[in-house]
C-alpha cells in the first residue's frame, strides 16, 4: 500500500511539473508576440494576401472577431467565392459548382461555434475554458528544436457521437512561438487524415507578432499555403456580412 501511495504521489508531482513547464512556455509564449492583456483586448483580426494551391496564386481574406464571427473569402476568376462563414450561431459557405450559399448541418454549426469562441487564442485563458495542455517533451520540426504541447479541449460532436478534441502545438525553443500545429481531421473525404499547419515568417502588426507565412500539410504532403500580404487589427467589421445571403 505505501508502494502505491508512494507511486501515486511521483505521478502527480510529475503531472505538476508538466503543467508548470507548459504554462512557463505558454507564458513566454504570449510576453514574446504582444502581452496577455493586449491579446485579450483584440476584438477583432483582418487577414488578407494569396492562397497557393495547385499552381495558382487566388487573393484571400480571413476575418475573424470576439463576438464569434468568422469569414474565409477567395476571388477566383472574378468572382468571390466564400469558402466559410460563421455568424456566430450558424455556418455556411459557397457551393464551388453552383455558386450558391449552402448552411452546414447543426452538428458542424455546434462544433464551429465551440471553436470560434477561442477567439483570439485558444491558450489564452485556457484554464477558464475548460481546457488542459501538458508538455510531451521536445521535437525537431522542419529543422528546429520544439517544445510539444499537447492542447486537450472540449469534445465535439461527430456523427452525434463525443470525440476528444486534442492538438498539438510545437514551439520555437528560442523564441517560443508555434512554428507548427498537429491534428486529426474528424469528418470529411479526409477523415483519419493528420493535419499539419506549418507557420513562419512572424511580423509586427499593431503590437501584436502573426505568422505570415502558413502552409498546411496532409499527412506530410503539402495542400495549400497562404502568404498574408496585410493583417489589421480592431477595425470596423460589418456583422452582415457574416450572414448567410437569403434568396439564394
Same mark, same amino acid.
Given at each position: 500500500m505505501k508502494r502505491m501511495k508512494l507511486v501515486a504521489a511521483l505521478l502527480l508531482m510529475t503531472l +505538476? =511539473?508538466?503543467a508548470q513547464t507548459a504554462d512557463e512556455i505558454l507564458d513566454k509564449y504570449f @510576453? /514574446?508576440? %504582444? %502581452?496577455? @492583456?493586449?491579446w485579450a483586448s483584440l476584438k477583432s483580426v483582418k487577414m488578407s494576401g494569396k492562397v497557393k494551391v495547385q499552381g495558382m496564386e487566388i487573393p484571400v481574406e480571413i476575418v475573424q472577431t470576439a463576438e464569434g464571427l468568422q469569414k474565409v473569402t477567395i476571388n477566383f476568376q472574378g468572382k468571390e467565392i466564400t469558402q466559410m462563414a460563421f455568424?456566430? /450561431? @450558424? %455556418?455556411w459557405s459557397t457551393n464551388f459548382m453552383t455558386q450558391k450559399a449552402e448552411k452546414m448541418d447543426a452538428e458542424a454549426s455546434a462544433n464551429m461555434k465551440q471553436e470560434t469562441s477561442d477567439f483570439p487564442d485558444?491558450?489564452?485563458n485556457y484554464k477558464e475554458k475548460g481546457y488542459a495542455v501538458a508538455l510531451e517533451g521536445k521535437e525537431t520540426v522542419e529543422g528546429t528544436e520544439t517544445f510539444k504541447v499537447k492542447l486537450t479541449k472540449k469534445p465535439v460532436k461527430v456523427e452525434g457521437k463525443e470525440e476528444e478534441n486534442v492538438s498539438y502545438y510545437f514551439f520555437d525553443t528560442e523564441n517560443y512561438v508555434p512554428i507548427m500545429t498537429r491534428s486529426t481531421l474528424k469528418s470529411g473525404q479526409m477523415k483519419g487524415a493528420s493535419v499539419e499547419n =506549418?507557420? +513562419?515568417d512572424y511580423q509586427d502588426a499593431d503590437g501584436f507578432m502573426f505568422p505570415y507565412s502558413l502552409t498546411t500539410k496532409y499527412n506530410g504532403q503539402t495542400g495549400e499555403s497562404i502568404q498574408i500580404e496585410k493583417v489589421e487589427t480592431n477595425g470596423t467589421i460589418d456583422a452582415k456580412s457574416f450572414a448567410f445571403p437569403e434568396g439564394n
Open positions: +505538476s =511539473v508538466q @510576453e /514574446n508576440t %504582444g %502581452g496577455r @492583456e493586449k455568424d456566430g /450561431n @450558424e %455556418g485558444a491558450f489564452l =506549418v507557420m +513562419s
